[in-house]
């Protein structure tokens, strides 16, 4: 089993709509988790760390369930600029020095 | 502030050739990444460096891949002979030991190796 798992996508829905990403993680000593976004060929840049009793942050919303081991990202109101893949990702030692990286989830916003 | 600054920015070679990606982390961080980022792997971590000390180098691929951090400002990562399958965007990242965990990337080195 991968350590961190994410469904590729892509995405594709209309400006406006409302759109949700899954990821889920494999370490139950994960102790941060976050979401990257990463425009295509540029490097991943930190959209929003994941806190347990879940964060907002304008549109975006994530959640965190660590029963399930389970983290989610909801992007309300898609705008074009959304457009990128987005990128799952938990430390992997209790020390949180080790950060690992989801394949992605790409999404296309299209007007 | 200047990030971080990787060079080169695009290398092409041919197999067997030496490769030297470089790096220079934010000042004042202390933790340096290096990650290797492929369509079908997608980013994976290769070693990583606190105070200059490498911590954790069981994503190297194999033994034709080495890094170093001399000093807290600058980290190379050498591959020796190159072969096709390490085409592959190379990404150095840096962040503060005990901070929010935010990396913060280079723009990445790509290569090419025929």
């Known amino acids: 089993r991968k350590e961190v798992e994410q469904d590729p996508g892509p995405f594709n829905v209309p400006e406006g709509a409302t759109v949700a990403f899954n990821c889920t993680y494999s370490?139950?000593?994960?102790?941060?988790f976050f979401w990257y976004r990463q425009d295509c060929r540029k490097e991943p840049k930190l959209l929003m760390s994941?806190?347990?009793s879940g964060n907002e942050d304008g549109r975006f919303t994530a959640q965190l369930n660590r029963a399930s081991q389970y983290i989610s990202l909801l992007i309300r109101d898609s705008k074009l600029s959304d457009s990128a893949t987005y990128l799952c990702?938990?430390?992997?030692?209790?020390?949180?020095?080790?950060?690992?990286f989801g394949k992605g989830t790409t999404l296309s916003v299209s007007s | 502030d200047a990030g971080v600054i990787q060079s080169p920015r695009h290398e092409v070679t041919e197999m067997g050739q030496e490769v030297t990606l470089r790096c220079k982390p934010i000042?004042?961080?202390?933790?340096l990444f290096w990650y290797r980022q492929t369509m079908m792997r997608g980013l994976e971590l290769l070693i990583y460096?606190?105070?200059?000390?490498?911590?954790?180098d069981s994503g190297m691929p194999e033994d034709r891949f080495s890094a170093k951090m001399p000093n807290a400002s600058f980290s190379t990562l050498k591959i020796q002979p190159s072969e096709p399958r390490d085409s592959a965007v190379y990404f150095c990242?840096?962040?503060?030991?005990?901070?929010?965990?935010?990396?913060?990337f280079g723009e990445g080195s790509r290569l090419t190796v025929l």
């Open positions: 990702v938990v430390t992997i030692n209790q020390a949180g020095t080790a950060l690992i």
């Open positions: 460096f606190n105070n200059n000390v490498p911590i954790d």
């Open positions: 370490n139950s000593a994960s102790q941060s």
């Open positions: 000042s004042g961080h202390n933790s």
């Open positions: 990242a840096s962040r503060l030991a005990g901070g929010t965990g935010e990396l913060f």
């Open positions: 994941v806190y347990s």
